[in-house]
T-cell receptor, first 115, second 112 residues
């Protein structure tokens, strides 16, 4: 089974709709991240969470919100989707324990299309 | 601010050719450097990393050396295979930061 899972894998929605993307991990990591990937722009950080009570904005948080329901779950919401939020969204995790390697582990991605 | 610059793709090679994908960075302090690979339809996975100057990261026949004097971390492989076709991302993380900073990615296509 995959360590980091994302649902749904693909979603097509209309402008103005509320959308939630979900991420779950079985790695036991404290830190979780949401990125979006756009062609030619690499990955950009939307939000990150260091533990259940610690949530922080990344470089492009406008139009998004998140919820850390448990150590293993981190959801991304688009309250009112707009076409320029069409992108590939990735969840990632990393650990912070002794011997941490700074490595982030990525889910398979959610392809979101906003019409 | 901190940034990563990669050569633009796509890079198209024949099987068994030599590969170089250039990566340079701008950062304060002494960042850790990473190469991630994204195979079609999948998420990113760590390919290799280096945490200090002159370190060489290696994995699956790929290598990259942390060159502080030229602020570079070029990815190389002596003989590519069709299965290496993917998008490759260079990234950095500074000690003072929580996040990875990614380059724009370089698509590699290897033809039989």
């Amino acid at each position: 089974d995959a360590d980091v899972t994302q649902t749904p894998r693909n979603r097509i929605t209309k402008t103005g709709k509320r959308i939630m993307l979900e991420c779950s991990q079985t790695k036991g990591h404290d830190r979780m991240y949401w990125y979006r990937q756009d062609p030619g722009l690499g990955l950009r950080l939307i939000y990150y969470s260091f533990d259940v009570k610690d949530i922080n904005k990344g470089e492009i948080s406008d139009g998004y919100s998140v919820s850390r329901q448990a150590q293993a779950k981190f959801s991304l919401s688009l309250e009112s989707a707009i076409p320029n939020q069409t992108a590939l969204y990735f969840c990632a995790t990393s650990d912070t324990g002794q011997g941490s390697t700074d490595t982030q582990y990525f889910g398979p991605g959610t392809r979101l299309t906003v019409l | 601010g901190d940034s990563v610059t990669q050569m633009e793709g796509p890079v198209t090679l024949s099987e068994e050719a030599f590969l170089t994908i250039n990566c340079t960075y701008t950062a304060t302090g002494y960042p850790s450097l990473f190469w991630y690979v994204q195979y079609p339809g999948e998420g990113l996975q760590l390919l290799l990393k280096a945490t200090k100057a002159d370190d060489k990261g290696s994995n699956k026949g790929f290598e990259a050396t942390y060159r502080k004097e030229t602020t570079s971390f070029h990815l190389e492989k002596g003989s590519v295979q069709v299965s290496d076709s993917a998008v490759y991302f260079c990234a950095l993380k500074t000690d003072s930061s929580y996040k990875l900073i990614f380059g724009s990615g370089t698509r590699l296509l290897v033809r039989p």
